[in-house]
């Protein structure tokens, strides 16, 4: 854990047309925490969660990442930065298998130019062991339960340029049912929420720190 969040927005604002999506919203992700961002519909989580992913752009407000101030101007920038998100709905072809998948676009090549399939599959063993999750990356994704397919979504964000492999911070002691994971725990109660918007909720309990957004609409 550090004193410094890896990445952080402090008094965002977004505005469509007339609709004001965001208002003075401030958030700091720290490594290794898992957040829950609550709201109605048209709270503005999306819009937050597309501001820190480079798809939106604040119209005021500053995004540090590791205390630097940054601008992303598309989301290739703020995947080069290391920040991944997974959509709700998977996107993934169904007839190909998981480490393909998962490797997409950027399949390792043998010298003649050839996708080199053993280390494909050796790879994405890797990331999936240090997933916790006993999904073999040889087999094909069709037939995949939807939680099995977001592993697989979530599975893509560590080959990403940039990527932090936060490994020697996340917490792999079993998790209630036994298994051992390094997906984000949760390792601490949530802080409370210093901004207008975003509000500690008590309902968060002992699994996630977790913000509610509340619609200023
Ligand atoms: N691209 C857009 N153009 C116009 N209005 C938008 C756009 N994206 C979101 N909004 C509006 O901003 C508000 C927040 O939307 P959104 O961030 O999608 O909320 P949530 O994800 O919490 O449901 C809503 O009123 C929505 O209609
Ligand atoms: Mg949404």
């Known amino acids: 854990m550090t004193d410094q969040p890896i990445l952080a927005l402090h008094h965002a604002s977004k505005s469509f047309g007339p ?13 290794g925490e898992a957040h829950a961002l609550l709201g109605e519909n048209g709270a503005g989580k999306s819009t937050l969660v597309k501001i820190l992913a480079g798809v939106h752009r604040a119209d005021g407000g500053e995004l540090l990442l590791e205390g630097q101030p940054r601008t992303f101007y598309n989301t290739a920038e703020a995947r080069d930065a290391g920040i991944a998100i997974i959509y709700q709905e998977p996107t993934l072809f169904a007839d190909l298998t998981v480490a393909e998948n998962v490797l997409m676009g950027r399949q390792p090549l043998k010298s003649g130019g050839r996708i080199d399939r053993r280390a494909m599959l050796s790879t994405v063993g890797e990331i999936l062991r240090d997933l916790g999750v006993p999904l073999d990356p040889a087999r094909p994704v069709r037939g995949l339960s939807i939680a099995d397919q977001q592993i697989v979504e979530i599975a893509k964000a560590p080959v990403l340029p940039g990527a932090r492999a936060d490994h020697g911070r996340t917490d792999r002691s079993p998790d209630r049912s036994g298994n051992r994971t390094a997906l984000p725990r949760c390792p601490r109660p949530a802080r409370p929420w210093g901004s207008r918007s975003v509000h500690h909720s008590p309902a968060g309990g002992s699994l996630c720190g977790m913000p509610a957004l509340h619609n200023h609409a």
């Open 19 to 31: 609709v004001q999506a965001l208002v003075d919203v401030s958030l700091e992700l720290y490594g």
